[in-house]
């Protein structure tokens, strides 16, 4: 599962990641130090002309036929095994792909204690997971319209699947990294299905920085850069 994100890219280092002019848009990318499910977030998709472009899209998918745009909440990852027959996310699995530009996620650890100030609540103990060289990574995603009464929205969900080695101890899933050579075929129109679904099939080896946070990240509203901070060790365990 990822149910929260990093993101904070500059304008340039998102054009430079998608490969993208400089002048195809004017952003000003708010940054999600803690970001969670119904924010938005950036996102590189193909345009109506099939050109690459940038927007911001509500986090957790609300497919086109759903009654509630509240679905969304659910619905805010995609499992890679399954993606292409699940009625929530096989038109768009078809047709409307995306990537997430991501510093890293945050995943939380089962620990078999409660918690207490400085460590996780509940018996979960959270990570911040990134790519070790620090680089940022773009996660597979899907995204979708929905109308109803007036009310339009873009929302997108994050495909998941089985986690490395290196992570599996955390958590038994992550999100798809998508590796910059396969870009073109995971926004591509015409990329056979089988392709895609050998995008997302084996997760990214990493290597990954896995760092102890504090369970401040625990609450959304702790959305500042500090919530970043490595765990104090002899607090850990």
């Known amino acids: 599962m990822c149910g929260r994100l990093f993101q904070s ?31 938005e977030f950036v996102l590189c998709r193909l345009d109506e002309n099939g050109t690459r472009s940038i927007s911001s899209l509500r986090w957790g998918l609300v497919p086109s036929w759903a009654k509630d745009a509240r679905i969304g909440a659910r619905l805010i990852n995609a499992r890679a095994e399954t993606v292409h027959q699940k009625p929530a996310f096989r038109s768009a699995f078809r047709s409307r792909r995306c990537l997430i530009p991501a510093n890293g996620w945050f995943e939380w650890r089962r620990t078999g204690r409660t918690g207490r100030t400085g460590q996780s609540g509940g018996g979960k103990q959270p990570f911040f997971l990134a790519l070790e060289d620090g680089s940022p990574a773009s996660f597979a995603a899907l995204w979708e319209q929905w109308s109803r009464d007036g009310q339009h929205l873009e929302t997108f969900t994050i495909v998941t699947t089985v986690a490395s080695p290196a992570l599996s101890d955390i958590h038994d899933r992550q999100p798809v990294v998508v590796d910059p050579d396969d870009y073109a075929d995971w926004l591509g129109p015409d990329t056979p299905m089988e392709t895609l679904r050998e995008i997302i099939r084996t997760p990214h080896d990493g290597p990954y920085e896995i760092r102890p946070v504090s369970d401040r990240v625990n609450r959304v509203s702790n959305d500042t850069p500090d919530i970043l901070a490595p765990l104090v060790k002899n607090t850990l365990f």
């Open 9 to 39: 890219l500059t304008e340039q280092q998102i054009f430079t990641l998608y490969t993208l002019p400089d002048s195809i848009q004017d952003l000003d990318p708010e940054p999600r130090y803690n970001g969670a499910p119904t924010q």
